[in-house]
T-cell receptor, first 112, second 111 residues
Framework: DTAVSQTPKYLVTQMGNDKSIKCEQN?????MYWYKQDSKKFLKIMFS???????INETVPNRFSPKSPDKAHLNLHINSLELGDSAVYFC???????????FGPGTRLTVL | RKEVEQDPGPFNVPEGATVAFNCTYS??????FFWYRQDCRKEPKLLMS???SGNEDGRFTAQLNRASQYISLLIRDSKLSDSATYLC????????????FGTGTRLLVSP
């Protein structure tokens, strides 16, 4: 009965590698997001998709490429990983209107 | 100036105490406001929305002062399980949601 799920939960990789994180929601929401929480616990939006269309891109390096095959899925692909990419990445979804969001459990990415 | 500012704490209180957190936001056109709770190594979870008239949910009371751009959260009769980081969150836009998070206030409730 998981609402927003992400895989993998943990990801440890070397600098320069390419990796992907997957996200799925079964809430029927139209809008999905990726957030990054850094080592200082600051949570910042990266991308937002509404019905598979990109609507928010917050000046994220183009090494990060989101893909939404359908409105229930929003994946994040990261090329040429850097040390500064180490963080927890949260996927989220929300219903229409001004309601709050539902977050996935997070993916803890460590770049060595 | 940060878009959403909070005292990072930690606030150390005994069980049963009343504790209040404050938050200020910089964008006067902000449309909606929330408090989220985040436990250690977990995802943020919506605690409550904050309405202009103030609202209460059990032991939790949220207040909004648009003129001062100030939001508060009051927790009465603190429980050990209230220990967490409380995130003040603002949606500055009228369109699609773009939540802006404060860095959080850490609460530690002790026996």
């Amino acid at each position: 009965d998981t609402a927003v799920s992400q895989t993998p939960k943990y990801l440890v990789t070397q600098m320069g590698n390419d990796k992907s994180i997957k996200c799925e929601q079964n809430l029927g929401h139209d809008t999905m997001y990726w957030y990054k929480q850094d080592s200082k616990k600051f949570l910042k939006i990266m991308f937002s998709y509404n019905n598979k269309e990109l609507i928010i891109n917050e000046t994220v390096p183009n090494r990060f490429s989101p893909k939404s095959p359908d409105k229930a899925h929003l994946n994040l692909h990261i090329n040429s990983l850097e040390l500064g990419d180490s963080a927890v990445y949260f996927c989220a979804s929300s219903p229409p209107g001004l309601a709050g969001k539902y977050f996935g459990p997070g993916t803890r990415l460590t770049v060595l | 100036r940060k878009e959403v500012e909070q005292d990072p704490g930690p606030f150390n209180v005994p069980e049963g105490a009343t504790v209040a957190f404050n938050c200020t936001y910089s964008n006067s056109a902000s449309q909606s406001f929330f408090w989220y709770r985040q436990d250690c190594r977990k995802e943020p979870k919506l605690l409550m929305s904050v309405y202009s008239s103030g609202n209460e949910d059990g032991r939790f009371t949220a207040q909004l002062n648009r003129a001062s751009q100030y939001i508060s959260l009051l927790i009465r009769d603190s429980k050990l399980s209230d220990s967490a980081t409380y995130l003040c969150v603002v949606n500055p836009s009228t369109g699609f949601q773009k939540l802006v998070f404060g860095t959080g206030t850490r609460l530690l409730v002790s026996p």
